[in-house]
Antibody, heavy 119, light 110 residues
């Protein structure tokens, strides 16, 4: 059974860097899927942040690209998100997900973690 | 990269059928057969209901079906049930290996 679990601080100060990790169990991150981050501000819709392949190839949402870094650690079977210079607009539930290689359909998701940006 | 357009809300009575539309452009919905649909209940993670326009993952009821015409994709739910009440999101693979979501549609079962 594939499982994903997000972890990281629930509170980040404005202008600082948000850091989250997604631990994958039940499946090797070296398999033929992309691994992605998606966020959802309170009461709003879903927004794709970016994706990574186990080789390290990354793809980012153009609107966030200048502030986002996604990395993968195959030895720990996990991948991570860093979002710099955060503001209140970055307050959201952050989900990690396994995405099909062709077409990016997300068959497995983490439960999500709420990150609040506030001083 | 603009969000795909979905109606804010739709409603139907138990047993009826409803359709949710998802309109994009030739750079996303119209350009690829990679539209997905997700169901999200309050406080839960999205659940994949349809992928690659019309394919159902294992375990998803055949009451859910998807289609696409030009730049507009559609999700149809037949035999509406109370448990179908949720938010529904479409997504599409887009150029430069990116992903775009729709704004979401709230389905109310009357």
């Amino acid at each position: 059974q594939v499982q994903l679990q997000e972890s990281g601080p629930g509170l980040v100060k404005p202008s600082e860097t948000l850091s989250l990790t997604c631990a994958v169990s039940g499946y090797s991150i070296r398999g033929g899927y992309y691994w992605g981050w998606i966020r959802q501000p309170p009461g709003k819709g879903l927004e794709w942040i970016g994706s990574i392949y186990h080789s390290g190839s990354t793809y980012y949402n153009p609107s966030l690209k200048s502030r986002v870094t996604i990395s993968v650690d195959t030895s720990k079977n996990q991948f991570s998100l860093k979002l710099s210079s955060v503001t209140a607009a970055d307050t959201a539930v952050y989900f990690c997900a396994r995405l099909r290689y062709s077409g990016y359909a997300g068959g497995y998701w983490g439960q999500g973690t709420l990150v609040t940006v506030s001083s | 990269q603009s969000a795909l357009t979905q109606p804010a809300s739709v409603s139907g009575s138990p047993g009826q059928s409803i359709t949710i539309s998802c309109t994009g452009t030739s750079s996303d919905v119209g350009g690829y057969n990679y539209v997905s649909w997700y169901q999200q209940h309050p406080g839960k993670a999205p659940k994949l209901m349809i992928y690659d326009v019309s394919n159902r993952p294992s375990g998803v009821s055949n009451r859910f079906s998807g289609s696409k015409s030009d730049n507009t994709a559609s999700l149809t739910i037949s035999g509406l049930q109370a448990e179908d009440e949720a938010d529904y999101y479409c997504s599409s693979y887009a150029s430069s290996t990116t992903l775009v979501f729709g704004g979401g549609t709230k389905l109310t079962v009357l």
